[in-house]
T-cell receptor, first 111, second 113 residues
Framework: EAGVAQSPRYKIIEKRQSVAFWCNPISGHATLYWYQQILGQGPKLLIQFQNNGVVDDSQLPKDRFSAERLKGVDSTLKIQPAKLEDSAVYLC?????????FGEGSWLTVV | DAKTTQPPSMDCAEGRAANLPCNHSTISGNEYVYWYRQIHSQGPQYIIHGLKNNETNEMASLIITEDRKSSTLILPHATLRDTAVYYCIVRVALYDSNYQLIWGAGTKLIIKP
């Protein structure tokens, strides 16, 4: 069974530039999550989708972050404009009834 | 806010059992305890979960106290590849069968030869 796929794996951008991350969840998983993980901390949920609807986006900084899952499968997370404090790993995950499976993450460095 | 408390780091000798404690004194009756681990530069990996009974799978055992205020993850024969950050997490139920994992800071487990 293929896992959660994410790209790009690594990205370096300058502050005020934009960046987009892509995620393909495990086939058949209706729920998809985007997490932000800053070095030395546990993951923090940014947004949770059920099919193409948003379940929770209360911790998404909506002035600069956006996410979509138009067809209920793939998802894109965008940051525009990026700030230095956005440097982190962005983890995508999808879930069954009982277990959340994570991708390898997209490492973002903002300089 | 995190609902779990873990020691920041622990050491264990290779081949011995690693016992990782977790405090979740404010857990509610329908909230599960989950354990994940994260090896450097990789995404978190699911280990085990439980509600109130002890659980065992091919990776580990989970012992939950009767009052459910704490639990222990046991890796029975630790190897060097078990060196990772281990997260004890409470799963919070949302509407329509949705749920979220509330993460803490985790325990960095170092297995020594």
């Amino acid at each position: 069974e293929a896992g959660v796929a994410q790209s790009p794996r690594y990205k370096i951008i300058e502050k005020r530039q934009s960046v987009a991350f892509w995620c393909n969840p495990i086939s058949g998983h209706a729920t998809l999550y985007w997490y932000q993980q800053i070095l030395g901390q546990g993951p923090k949920l940014l947004i949770q989708f059920q099919n193409n609807g948003v379940v929770d986006d209360s911790q998404l900084p909506k002035d600069r972050f956006s996410a979509e899952r138009l067809k209920g499968v793939d998802s894109t997370l965008k940051i525009q404009p990026a700030k230095l404090e956005d440097s982190a790993v962005y983890l995508c995950a999808s879930s069954t009834q009982n277990t959340i499976y994570f991708g390898e993450g997209s490492w973002l460095t903002v300089v | 806010d995190a609902k779990t408390t873990q020691p920041p780091s622990m050491d264990c000798a290779e081949g011995r059992a690693a016992n990782l404690p977790c405090n979740h004194s404010t857990i509610s009756g329908n909230e599960y305890v989950y354990w994940y681990r994260q090896i450097h530069s990789q995404g978190p990996q699911y280990i085990i979960h439980g509600l109130k009974n002890n659980e065992t799978n091919e990776m580990a055992s989970l012992i939950i106290t009767e009052d459910r205020k704490s639990s222990t993850l046991i890796l029975p024969h630790a190897t060097l590849r078990d060196t990772a950050v281990y997260y004890c997490i409470v799963r919070v139920a949302l509407y329509d069968s949705n749920y979220q994992l509330i993460w803490g800071a985790g325990t960095k487990l170092i297995i020594k030869p």
